[in-house]
């Protein structure tokens, strides 16, 4: 493969980076290319020395993704980020794709308990007006203790949500350089 078809390939599999990335990122592998020349090495030599541009492409992409992720934790850049971390190999499906559904059970089942604990009060009051005669002071007492309850669960949600958003980009960004070629200690 030589210096043209190289760069044609990794331009492609950069498809997710944006236009001013792609180009900085295509100068750095012109770049290798034209050392690469000077040192005496053929364009093919080079090309096999820096691997596939695929790979390259998905393992850009996915540090990315991950770093927008991060800039910007809503739940499309997580997801680009998740699938971006996927694709880099067959096995991250398990490793990545196993937690991330652990953890949006543990969110959603914390915040539908918050949630239900708030609208309690209202449950026993559509209660009553649906059975007339049954309304009883201490139900709504006891509703509205658990409404306050509710309150401090959603506070407490809140906080757990952004910890574990953060944690799992974590996660990501380490399995990411994990599968690009192992973790390197300083």
Same mark, same amino acid.
């Given at each position: 493969?030589? =210096? ?11 498809? !997710? ?15 290798? /290319?034209?050392?690469? #020349? ?12 820096? *691997?596939?541009?695929?790979?390259? %492409?998905?393992?850009? !992409?996915?540090?990315?993704? &991950?770093?927008? +992720? =991060?800039?910007? @934790? ?9 699938? +971006?971390?996927?694709?880099? %190999?067959?096995?991250? #499906? &398990? ?10 059970? &543990? ?8 949630? !239900?604990?708030? @609208? ?8 009553? &007006?649906?059975?007339? *005669?049954? /309304? ?8 509205? +203790? ?12 809140? /906080?757990?949500? =952004? +910890?574990? #958003? ?5 996660? #990501? ?14």
């Amino acid at each position: 493969m030589n =210096k043209q078809q190289f760069l044609r390939e990794l331009d492609s599999s950069l498809e !997710a980076i944006s236009s001013a990335e792609r180009c900085e990122i295509l100068q750095d592998y012109e770049e290798y /290319f034209s050392i690469g #020349l000077e040192e005496g090495k053929t364009e093919e030599a080079i090309a096999s020395s820096l *691997g596939s541009p695929r790979q390259i %492409g998905k393992e850009l !992409a996915a540090s990315y993704q &991950v770093e927008k +992720a =991060k800039t910007s @934790a809503t739940a499309g850049n997580i997801m680009r980020a998740v699938w +971006a971390v996927i694709g880099l %190999g067959f096995f991250n #499906l &398990v490793i990545v794709l196993g937690p991330l559904a652990g953890l949006i059970g &543990v969110l959603a089942g914390g915040w539908a308990a918050g949630s !239900a604990f708030v @609208a309690s009060p209202l449950l026993v009051l559509v209660n009553a &007006v649906i059975n007339m *005669g049954t /309304f009883e002071w201490f139900d709504l007492f006891l509703s509205i +203790a658990l409404c306050g309850t509710g309150l401090f669960i959603l506070i407490g949600m809140f /906080f757990v949500t =952004k +910890a574990i #958003l953060k944690g799992f980009l974590r996660y #990501l960004k380490w399995n990411a350089s994990l599968v690009k070629g192992g973790l390197q200690h300083d």
